[in-house]
């Protein structure tokens, strides 16, 4: 494609993004359908018809399609709409002003996934200008409700309009980022997923005064001794395949060889290799601890009533991840026996659970994905990913498609910030530079795995 389409990409998708961003979905409540509504509004500029889907009032999903002659299996582009709250006090810019600036869009969403939406619509708009000839429909659909478990968005559209948006294939979030390492940026492909085990813990007491805390007993203090259990413990270290084949690729790199070495032929190194990585390369130790074994992190803490009494109750909220070939009873009975000494002054009540999910490497798409990246590229490597969290994939997965989380990004700095992962955290942002990157190689993806 030629270098001024290229340029004309720059503006319109960065555009596209910070319009995107200025419009807040946070969830709760989410109100989608406002970003849903403008979606239609800037395809339908280029000929494409788009639906939108309410389950609730204001909690739309934007649906619509490029055809393709059927020859080949349908493609869906998924995203989400809604994003997590973000404090503005936090922010060196208005975390909803969709800014642009030092050569990034800066705003919540612009990593989490608003920067991807932006990026599958330019794509779409690239296939209809250019009267691209594809055996395929690519299908795009960017949801509701992802944030708070997907259940009014992916999940509602599948069980109620599934001819709509099922695809043997899917793209979604969850991988594509480059991990820099000293001479060449390793791009990962998530494959995989864990599990999500959401689960709120009751702590009970006897209240009392508070300037007499030995005669009452405390709610507070036994959760206190729950959370030190829960975030205390250790699950057992498993490596995977999918973890195994990010290692090797990680040991390609001299400075991590020896390490990465360590940790395949002999896993019950694991704490004391990875304790002595992260006094040099911390983020390398950020990307692998998470997924070698389960986590259980708290995330909300409610308790006490006044001052000056002793709380009879205090409940506090938990984010359980668990490895593919775990289960979620699995995973409930452990919890209740790492808690057994207190159990009888607890109430455990799950919120959500989803199951861990993976789909093949061996796929055609896998394959057109790593020689692109190789093509534009060739010095880089690719390696699949298991995600520590989860995304709507999950969906689509149990119904037989194949899903990859593929948001193609490198490495990146801002200017003035030392720049690290941002997703759910402050000053979020993605460079103009990774929306033109993202969009050339998701098309070069689209065009190779169709054609």
Same mark, same amino acid.
Request: charged share 25%; proline share 6%.
């Given at each position: ?174 991988? /594509?980022?480059? %991990?820099?390492?000293?001479? +060449?940026?390793?791009?990962? &492909?998530?494959?995989? =997923?864990?599990?999500? $085990? ?126 593919? /070939?775990?289960? %979620?009873?699995?995973?409930? +009975?452990?919890?209740?026996? &790492?808690?057994?000494? =207190?159990?009888?002054? $607890? ?105």
């Amino acid at each position: 494609m030629a270098v001024p389409l290229w340029q004309e990409v720059e503006s319109e998708v960065t555009a596209i993004l910070s319009e995107l961003i200025r419009i807040d979905t946070t969830n709760p409540p989410g109100n989608e359908t406002k970003a849903a509504k403008y979606i239609a509004e800037i395809l339908n500029k280029d000929g494409f018809q788009c639906e939108i889907f309410e389950p609730v009032p204001q909690r739309g999903s934007v649906v619509t399609r490029f055809k393709g002659s059927g020859e080949k299996p349908n493609l869906l582009f998924l995203s989400h709409l809604d994003v997590v709250a973000a404090k503005a006090a936090e922010w060196s810019v208005n975390p909803f002003g969709g800014v642009v600036k030092d050569g990034f869009v800066w705003g919540r969403g612009a990593l989490d996934m608003k920067g991807m939406t932006a990026i599958e619509i330019m794509v779409l708009k690239l296939l209809k200008r250019n009267n691209t000839h594809l055996k395929g429909d690519v299908i795009l659909a960017a949801t509701a409700d992802e944030e708070m478990g997907g259940l009014n968005g992916a999940m509602y559209l599948l069980q109620k309009h599934p001819e709509k948006i099922f695809a043997p294939y899917v793209l979604n979030e969850g991988g /594509g980022w480059a %991990i820099p390492l000293s001479n +060449k940026n390793l791009y990962t &492909i998530q494959t995989a =997923e864990k599990g999500l $085990l959401w689960f709120k813990v009751k702590a009970k007491g006897t209240p009392g005064h508070g300037s007499m805390p030995d005669a009452a007993d405390n709610a507070i203090m036994r959760m206190h001794r729950v959370i030190d259990k829960l975030c205390n413990y250790r699950g057992s270290i498993s490596y995977l395949p999918v973890v195994k084949q990010l290692l090797e690729e990680l040991s390609k790199d001299k400075k991590l060889r020896d390490s990465m070495n360590s940790l395949l032929t002999n896993p019950q190194s694991t704490n004391s290799v990875l304790a002595e990585l992260s006094k040099t390369m911390p983020a390398i130790v950020d990307e692998i601890r998470p997924r070698i074994s389960m986590t259980i992190t708290p995330t909300i803490i409610h308790g006490g009533i006044k001052e000056n009494v002793v709380p009879s109750e205090c409940e506090a909220v938990f984010d359980c991840r668990i490895l593919p /070939g775990q289960t %979620i009873e699995q995973a409930q +009975k452990l919890i209740k026996q &790492i808690l057994v000494e =207190e159990l009888d002054k $607890l109430s455990v009540e799950t919120i959500q659970a989803q199951e861990p999910s993976e789909s093949s490497i061996e796929t055609p798409l896998y394959q057109v994905i790593s020689n692109v990246l190789k093509d534009l590229e060739p010095n880089c490597g690719v390696a699949p990913l298991l995600m520590a969290g989860g995304t709507d994939s999950r969906f689509f997965r149990r119904l037989g498609s194949v899903c990859y989380g593929f948001h193609p990004m490198r490495s990146e700095t801002c200017p003035r910030v030392k720049m690290t992962r941002r997703e759910h955290g402050v000053d979020e942002r993605i460079s103009v530079e990774n929306l033109v990157f993202g969009t050339r190689v998701l098309y070069e993806t689209v065009t190779r795995f169709l054609s």
